[in-house]
């Protein structure tokens, strides 16, 4: 066979297995070795809630696609040109992902008679059956060659087996051309106590690679080089760590301690865990008994004065509503991060989906408006994260930060920012005052913030609570004074309108088309829409990050374009909530409810359609 | 600084039912706080009581000091993240047997378990007051009430075993009537290291009159109940003449000079023992088998929650390799774009 030497932009690379292959981390070693590579990547691991479904079915399949460029990458990229597959299962339920041109290679060890029964084929010919022989198919004996590989490394044959996802991993490195030596130091560092498995790994790793290099079975090596960034210091990030150090950067610039009361939840638990890990820097983090104690124990401790935070997903805010809404009539600030998942009740978990924004928006009893931030990319979810706790702090009111899954989990490179270009944040702590005694919701008239006095002043002694107040502080089921009390709530919310910049509009600011969209989905539309726009086609992008209050030039916006397209994955929460905003609009919808992220040329063809 | 009674009373107007127990409860505590604040040097500003929802959740708008009356159940969440954000304040938790072992029964438990240093008082009453008259958890067996026209079919909880079942560290119990008992136990409550919960037998002169009267009576109180204090025997009576003895695994009462026996053959009480099996015993007795125990059943030291956390907070920045979050953004792998 003919090797050829394929120098590319972009290269999409899926790697599936059963969950427990080390699919996850292959990929992620990969884009690490990449990243560091210089190319820039997006990556989408796309696993099941099990953590070992029954071994070789179709419910066990893990997957990790990332995407390598040499330009700008936003997403993780529609279809594989390389797709991995460990078992029978594996390529049943990923063949689907795999371009007409995409190479394919096989753990050929796997697909006996038993392997492809149990992915459920209906013949002994899986290649045949997916109608996907015009592929490059490579059957390597991946498992039979890892054991001969280790067979002198003393490691028992369990062990050996565990290294099959390396030596693949090896194969990969030849295809792409990639460097090893991140990859060993991970695997040094990793096995520091056992150095007899660092070693069978980075033996693994090397012998993949060689037996790549040997066989000329692979028909294309590709060569992506690295990408043109801007100058810095670069890392590598996913979305639940950026919003764990964004919260801690909100931390450092207000000078209050960070606490943390949560329980551990798909997808968002990496986010405690990240917290829990920064006792260096004065966090506490409490793993709660339950949701509700998460979010109780965070409203203590922003009474007492701290950086209060609770993480979790879609079930979670449902059982931690009540408590939000006193959190927002005691008017404590309070950051409550939202990491979307496949609802509704316990859904599907490990997937993703913008399903919540009607819960965050509505889902609270009384009138009980709560501002609403969206990330939009991994590592936007650090700035997404700052800035919630500076409202939450500076406007003195919880703030709901809403992830995704696809952000959480998924990760880019990520230019790192220097903290002295972030601005302070001053909570409107009193320690003395004129009145005595104390009014707790006496406001100041700009922003109608409540004034923080923290337990341990002197002279300050007040109670809060659940129940309607009067400005002084005092249970009062006045007719007036409830209305006025609601009223003033509402407006507070709505005054941070005054302090969020203007909405930006991606590619010309009047045109035929305008693509609206808001959170995790901006990588695919600000391709597509990109896309659309090399076409010559007048389509814009107006992708929101504030969400309540939304932008005050957001209606100006709308106006300048023919049509309006709101692409989102829910059923038209958003396209609901801005046609009771701006209602003289007509929105279209683009829609997908799959728990599986937009894909590119979906949202090309949904706009040409209204074009 | 000397307070007074005075000082911790705030300008809200109490809107308990006249001839309630909390009454009682309000003044015992208000009566304790100067005691509290001069044997621990605290000054009022460092209090903060904080509740869920009910009757006697009301409590934190009478009290002159920080207050945080939360939603129901979840008063031992909220005082806990209080305490643990900040250590040097004094925390109380003021909660019914609805609010705290029915919808907070599991904030109840945790808070114990963790042995976080926060009081929690237990007003007792039996009956959901503020809903006006459904059983509760500690309703007895049997008992009518508008949700059990037939009488509950439920046993009750009996707080004490919760928290020693939940490795408790402190528990004492008070009648409202008894306002010193009730005021010296509250300063021993302070005074004690992680959770401490009283439970305060309450009446409800509405919904479940005299509920606790069989004990609480002033004619029949010192010949139903005991009154126990650490290292002293455990006697009682209105003559004085009443003891408690362990036969066999069981505790019996007796009477001093009956039967041959002498004050030396009485338990002694011990509440700093670990073990938990004579303070099960005395949680357990019930009128008219044995004296209703009154005073601290346990007290016994234990590493608290918030001690270790902040042990923890200063071990890992004495040690720190991130001191930043700028050190932080760059800890790990990153490289160079030039």
Redesign the interface.
């Known amino acids: 066979m003919q090797h050829k030497v394929i120098d590319t932009k972009e290269v999409v690379i899926r790697f599936t297995g059963d969950s427990g292959d080390g699919m996850q981390l292959t990929g992620t070693l990969f884009a ?1 070795a990449s ?2 590579y ?1 190319n820039d990547i997006s990556t989408f691991p796309d696993f099941p809630s099990e953590i070992r479904a029954p071994q070789g079915t179709v419910a066990g399949v893990s997957g990790f696609q990332v995407n390598i460029g040499s330009g700008e990458i936003r997403t993780p990229g529609d279809f594989c040109d390389v797709l991995v597959a460990m078992n029978p299962a594996a390529l049943k339920s990923n063949a689907k992902w795999a371009k007409l041109t995409a190479t394919i290679i096989l753990d050929s060890d796997t697909f006996d008679e038993k392997g492809i029964k149990k992915a459920g084929f209906k013949t002994d010919d899986p290649v045949t059956e997916l109608k996907i022989q015009d592929r490059h198919i490579v059957f390597a004996p991946i498992t039979t060659l890892t054991k001969e590989s280790l067979k002198e490394s003393g490691l028992d044959p369990k062990t050996i087996a565990r290294s099959k996802n390396i030596f693949t991993l090896g194969i990969c490195y030849y295809m792409f051309n990639r460097p090893m030596d ?1 990859t060993e130091e991970y695997l040094d560092n990793k096995f520091k106590k056992k150095p007899e498995i660092a070693a069978a790994n980075k033996k693994a790793l090397k012998d993949g690679f060689n037996y790549a290099a040997n066989i000329h079975a692979i028909p294309n090596t590709y060569r992506v080089a690295p990408a043109k ?8 990030i996913n979305g639940n760590q950026a919003t764990a ?1 964004g919260l ?2 909100a931390s ?1 610039k207000s000078g209050l ?1 960070l ?1 943390c ?1 949560s329980y551990p939840i798909t997808p968002a638990t990496s986010i405690l865990e990240e917290l829990a890990l ?7 983090t ?1 793993q ?3 949701e ?2 998460g979010i ?11 950086l ?1 935070v609770t993480t979790t997903s879609g079930p979670g805010i449902s059982l931690k509503s ?2 939000l809404g ?1 959190a927002m009539i ?1 008017e404590l600030p309070l950051v409550v991060v939202n990491v979307q998942r496949g609802g509704p009740s316990t859904g599907i978990p490990t997937k993703t989906e913008q399903t919540d924004l009607n819960q965050a928006l509505y889902g609270r009893n009384g009138e009980c408006p709560i501002a609403i931030i969206a990330a939009h990319s991994p590592s936007h979810c650090f700035d997404a994260a700052f800035y919630s706790a500076k409202f939450a702090l500076e406007h003195m009111m919880p703030v709901m930060l809403l992830s995704e899954g696809f952000l959480g989990n998924g990760s880019e490179p990520w ?5 002295k270009d972030y601005p302070e944040i001053h909570p409107p702590i009193v320690t003395e005052v004129e009145e005595t ?1 104390f009014w707790p919701f006496k406001r100041d008239q700009e922003k109608f913030a409540r004034r923080w006095a ?14 309607e107040k009067n400005p002084q502080g ?2 009062s089921s006045d007719p007036i004074n409830h209305e006025k009390m609601v009223a003033e709530r509402a407006e507070k919310v709505a005054r941070m309108a005054n302090y969020i910049p203007d909405q930006k509009v991606i590619g010309k600011e009047s045109g035929e088309v305008l693509v609206v969209g808001w959170g995790g989905t901006y990588g695919h539309l600000y391709t597509a829409v990109k896309e659309l726009q090399e076409e010559g086609k007048s389509v814009s992008l107006a992708h929101f990050d504030f969400i309540f209050p939304l932008p005050k030039n957001s209606c100006e916006i709308f106006s300048k374009f023919k049509k309006i397209i709101v692409c989102e994955l829910n059923s038209g929460q958003f396209a609901n909530y801005l046609k009771a905003q701006y209602c003289q609009y007509k929105y279209h919808q683009y829609n997908k409810i799959q728990g599986q992220p937009f894909i590119v040329k979906e949202i090309v063809e949904a706009v040409n359609e209204i074009l | 600084m000397k307070y007074t009674p005075q000082d911790f009373k705030s300008d809200q107007e109490v809107k308990w039912c006249p001839g309630c127990g909390d009454h009682a409860i309000l003044a015992s505590i208000q009566r304790a706080m100067p005691d509290v604040c001069e044997s621990l040097n605290y000054t009022k500003e460092r209090f903060v009581f904080v509740s869920g929802i009910g009757c006697s959740s009301r409590f934190p708008y009478y009290m002159d000091t920080y207050g945080f009356h939360g939603i129901h159940g979840r008063a031992s969440a909220i005082a806990t993240g209080i305490k643990v954000a900040n250590p040097t304040l004094t925390v109380w938790q003021i909660t019914g047997d609805g609010d705290a072992l029915a919808i907070g029964g599991n904030h109840f438990i945790h808070a114990i378990r963790r042995n976080i240093d926060i009081n929690i008082i237990l007003f007792n009453n039996q009956i959901y007051g503020l809903t006006k008259g459904q059983y509760s958890p500690t309703s007895k067996l049997g008992m009518v009430t508008k949700t059990s026209p037939y009488g509950t079919v439920e046993h009750p909880f009996n707080p004490g075993a919760l928290v020693l079942g939940s490795r408790g560290t402190f528990f004492a119990r008070s009648l409202d009537v008894d306002l010193k008992v009730s005021q010296d136990i509250m300063v021993q409550s302070a005074k004690h290291d992680g959770a401490a919960v009283v439970e305060m037998l309450v009446n409800c002169i509405i919904f479940n009159d005299k509920t606790h009267s069989l004990v609480s009576s002033k004619d029949v109180r010192a010949d139903r109940t005991i009154v126990l204090k650490h290292g002293e025997p455990m006697i009682y009576g209105k003559n004085r003449d009443k003891g408690l003895i362990l036969d066999g695994y069981s505790i019996k009462s007796v009477v001093i000079g009956e039967n041959g026996i002498k004050e030396s053959d009485l338990l002694v009480h011990d509440a700093h023992t670990e073990n938990p099996g004579i303070h099960s015993m005395l949680i357990d007795m019930k009128y008219p088998e044995l004296p209703v125990a009154l005073g601290v059943i346990r007290a016994v030291k234990d590493k608290t929650y918030d001690d270790n956390v902040r042990d923890q907070v200063i071990d890992a920045r004495e040690h720190a390799q991130i001191h930043n979050v700028d050190e932080l953004l760059h800890s790990g792998a990153t490289w160079e774009v030039k």
């Open positions: 690490d990243a560091l210089g991140t960034q801007e100058k810095g210091t670069y890392r590598y150090w801690l950067a450092e301690p606490f009361g920064r006792k260096d820097l004065n966090v506490k409490l709660c008994e339950d509700i104690a109780c124990t965070s409203i203590g401790a922003s009474y007492a004065g701290n209060a009540e408590a006193l005691t230019k790192i920012p220097s903290m005694p923290l337990p341990g002043t002197k002279g300050l002694e007040h109670r809060v609570g659940g129940l005092a249970v």
